[in-house]
C-alpha cells in the first residue's frame, strides 16, 4: 500500500498559447511502506462528458485540479512486480485510477477508471441524478520495463461517454532506482524516430482522392422549433497505422443516401449527429453569450477502419473555433476548409452554408462570408487593377513620346 502521505507534486501551470489557463500538471507518486517510490506520472489531463438536465441533455468539459491528490489505497504491488495502481483524488468524490501489469520486457496501464459525482454542482450544475457514476477503459499506454512512457502530443482515452485527454505525460510504473528513468518509450502521437534505410524503398502507390463530397442539406429542431440549418459536403481525413504497420492517410466521403441524422438542442450546444454504418460523427456549435458569436466548438468521431492495426478509431476534440458567425446569422462558405480536429482527423468542409441556435423557421439568417471566399473575390480584382495600370501607363508614355516627335521639326 502507499504510505500515508506518500505524494508529492510539484505544480507546473500550462497556459494555453491563446491566453487561456488550463489545468496544472503535477507529478503524483506512489510509495511502498518503506517510502520507496514504485509509480511516477507527470501530466495534466481534461475532462468531456455529459449529464442529464431538467432542460436536455449537457456537455461540460472541465480539468483536473492541482489539488488533486494520491489516495492512501493506491498500491506498489507485491515486491514492485506485480499489479500496482495510482489512485487520483479530487472535487467532491471524483477519483481517477490507473492499474498497471507488467510482463518481462513491458508494463503498462491496463486499465482506466473514471469515478464521477454527479451531486457536485461545481462541475454538474442542475444535475437531474446525484448519483456516483463509474466508467472505465483498457488502454495503450505501454512501455519497456525501465523506461518511461513519454507523450507530449495530445491523446484522449474514451471510456464510455466519457473522453479524458492527457497532456505532455510522463509516466512510469515499476520504478528501479527511486525516480524517472532517462530513457524513454515515445508514443505514437510523437511518432516513431525512422530507422536508417537499409535499401531505397519503392513509394507505396497513393491511394485515388475520392471526389469532391455531394452537398445535403440538415436540420435539428427542438421544443422551440430549429436550433440548426445546414447545407454542406463532408470528408473525413484520417491517419492511421495499418496492420503491416504502415502509416496512411485516407479520405472518406459522408455519403447523404446513406447517412441518417439527428441531434439535440440546448441554450447553451446543439448537436448534430449523422450516422452512416459504422461510423459516427457529432457536430457542436456553441454561442458564446459575451461576444454574441456562434461557432463549431466541437467534433467528436468514432468509426471502424477494416485494414488499420487498431479497426476502432476514435477523436474528439472540445475546442474548437470554427465557423464563426455573429448570433441571428448564418456562415457561408463556397471554398474547402480544413478543421484540425487532432494530428491523425481532419475534417474537410465543402460548400458550407450554416446556422446555429437563433433560426427563423427554415431561412438561413445575413450570410458571413468565410476569408477563402473573400480573398478569391479580391484576387481577380487586383489582377484586373494592375492590368488597367500598366495598360493606363503605356498609353500616357505612348503620348507624351508622340507629342515630343511633333515638337522636333520646323516650318520652311
Known sequence: MA??????????????????????SAVFVVKDGNGTA??????????????????????????LPASAEVLNSSSCGKGNASDSSLEIAFGRGHTLTLSFTRNATRYGVQLMR????????????????????????????KADINTKYRCVSSRQVHLHNVTITLRDATIQAYLSNNSFSREETHCEQDGPSPPPPTAPARPSP?????????????????????????????????????????TVTREFNIDPSKTTFGGSCTAQLVTLALRSGNLLLELQFAMNASSSRVFLQGVQLTMTLPDARDPTFKAANSSLRALQA?????????????????????????????????????????????????DSTLIPIAVGGAL?????????????????????????
Open 206 to 246: 497513393r491511394p485515388t482522392a475520392p471526389e469532391s463530397p455531394s452537398v445535403s442539406r440538415y436540420n435539428v429542431s427542438g421544443a422551440n422549433g430549429t436550433c440548426l440549418l445546414a447545407s454542406m459536403g463532408l470528408q473525413l481525413n484520417v491517419t492511421y497505422s495499418t496492420r503491416g504497420n504502415t
Open 388 to 412: 488597367a495600370g500598366l495598360v493606363l501607363s503605356v498609353l500616357i508614355a505612348y503620348l507624351i513620346g508622340r507629342k515630343r516627335s511633333h515638337a522636333g521639326y520646323q516650318t520652311i
Open 114 to 141: 473514471f469515478v464521477y459525482n454527479l451531486s457536485d454542482t461545481g462541475i454538474f450544475p442542475n444535475s437531474s441524478s446525484k448519483e456516483t457514476k463509474t466508467v472505465e477503459s483498457v488502454t495503450d499506454i
Open 3 to 24: 504510505a500515508p502521505g506518500g505524494a508529492r507534486r510539484w505544480l507546473l501551470p500550462l497556459l494555453l498559447f491563446a491566453g487561456l489557463v488550463r489545468g496544472a
Open 38 to 63: 514504485c509509480i511516477m506520472a507527470n501530466f495534466s489531463a481534461a475532462f468531456l462528458t455529459s449529464y442529464d438536465t431538467k432542460n436536455g441533455s449537457k456537455s461540460v468539459t472541465f480539468e
Open 326 to 374: 455573429t448570433a441571428g446569422n448564418s456562415y457561408k462558405c463556397n471554398a474547402e476548409e480544413r478543421v484540425r480536429v487532432t494530428e491523425a482527423f481532419f475534417l474537410n468542409i465543402f460548400r458550407v452554408w450554416v446556422q446555429a441556435f437563433h433560426v427563423d423557421g427554415d431561412k438561413f439568417g445575413p450570410a458571413e462570408e468565410c476569408q477563402l471566399d473573400e
